[in-house]
C-alpha cells in the first residue's frame, strides 16, 4: 500500500466541543424529552454542560434527569443560595461560550424579546454579555402558536437583538396536529452548534461539491452505477459550509441526509450532473469534485426493460464516453484565471501517488486529491493524500468529517487572492 493509506492507526475522531462552555436552558415545553438526548450528545462531544431549567419544563422532566447526564448540580432558581454571591444569573454566564435555550416555548420567546427577567432562565439572558456570549433559541410550539403574527414579530425582534432563532421542524405534533413548530432533533441541534461555534475562515465564499455515483441507465429498471457512497462529498459539503462559505452540493444517488444548511441538488446520471454543475458553477469560488463519475454510459437507453427471451443470447450494449465534469469545469474561463478554484478526487487501488500526480496533469487542477477506492468506499473514515504543485501532503487515517475539515482548511490555505477572502 502506497502513502495514504492502510497500515495506519485511526486517529481518534476530535470532540467536536472540547473545552465548551454551554449553559443549556429547557423552558416548559413536550420538547423537554429531547433536550435530555441533546445533553448527552452535547457532553460526547466534549462540551461542559450547565442546566438551567423554569418551573414550567420541570412538569415535563425532572432536575434529576438532567444532572445526571449533565454531571452538574441544575439551577432552576435566581434565589437558588448555592452560590457564594447569591448571583447564579451572572455566574452562570461569564465563562460560557453560549447558551442555548431548547425547548424555545412561545412565552420564553416573547419574554426574552421583551427583556424580561423574572425567573432565572430569562434573567441569565439578560444578563449575558451579548457581545461575548451567543444565545441560541430552539422554537418549539403548536403550529398555530408559531405561525401566530405576536409569536413572528418575537422571533424577528429576537433576531434584531443578536439572538440566533433556530429553524423549526415540520411534522406531527404532540397535540396530534401536524405543521411547523416541532424542535429540530436533538443530533440536528448539536451540529447547528457546533457548525455555530466553528471558525468561519471562509465567510462569504461560494462552494460547489459533487459527491456520490451516478446512475447509467440501460433499460427503464437497470443501469450503472459504482460503489460510491458519497460520505467524503457530504462531508466536505458539511466543513465548508461549518467554516462559513454558501454550499451547494450536487448529489447523485445516495441515501444520505443533507448537512444543515447546505443547499443540496440531487441528480441521477453524469449528464444531469454536468447539467447542474453547468448552473451553478458561475456562483462558485471553490469546485470540490469528489463524485465518482460513471466514465461510460450505454449509447442507447431501452424505453422498455431488456427481456430474456429464452434463446441463450445476451444483450449487446454499446457506450458512449460521458463528459468529464472536473475537466470542462478547470478549462474554463474563470479557472484558468484563478477566480475559481478547482479540486479533484482520485479514488485509485494502488500506486496513489503517481496516479494522483498524473490526475492532476490531466484534468488541469491546482489541487488534487488521492485516496484508495477499496479501502473508503462506504466507510465512515479514510486517509487523504493531498498533491499540487509543491508536491505532496499526507492527511492520515481518520473520520471523513475530521478529513473533511482538514481539507477545508488547505484549500483555505491555498486561496488568499479568492473574491470574498479578505
Ligand atoms: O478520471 P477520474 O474519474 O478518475 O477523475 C476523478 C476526478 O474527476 C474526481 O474529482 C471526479 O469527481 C471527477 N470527474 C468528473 N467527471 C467525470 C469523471 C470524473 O468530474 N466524468
Redesign the pocket.
Known sequence: MDRAGAGQGIVPAMKNLSGKQIVLGLSGGVACYKAAELCRALVKEGATVQVVMTDAAEHFITAVTMQALSGQPVYGSQWDTRQPNNMPHINLTREADAILVAPASADFLAKVAQGRADELLSLLCLARPAQRVPLLLAPAMNREMWAHPATQRNVAQLRADGAVVLDVGRGDQACGETGDGRMLEAHELCDELISFLAPKPLSGRRVLV?AGPTYEAIDPVRGITNRSSGKMGFAIARAAREAGAAVTLVAGPVHLPTPRGVHRVDVVS?RDMQAAVAAAIAQADVFI?????A?WRPAQSAEQKIKKDGSGQTPQLYFTE?????AEVAQSERARSGALYCV????ESHDLLAHARA?RER?GVPLLVGNIGPATFGQDDNALLLVDAQGATELPRASKHELARQLIAEIDRRTPGVAGKS
Do not use: E, R, S
Not at 322 to 326: K, R
Open positions: 459533487t453524469a469534485a469528489t463524485a465518482a463519475v466514465d460521458n463528459p468529464d465534469i472536473l479533484g478526487f482520485a479514488a490526475k484534468k
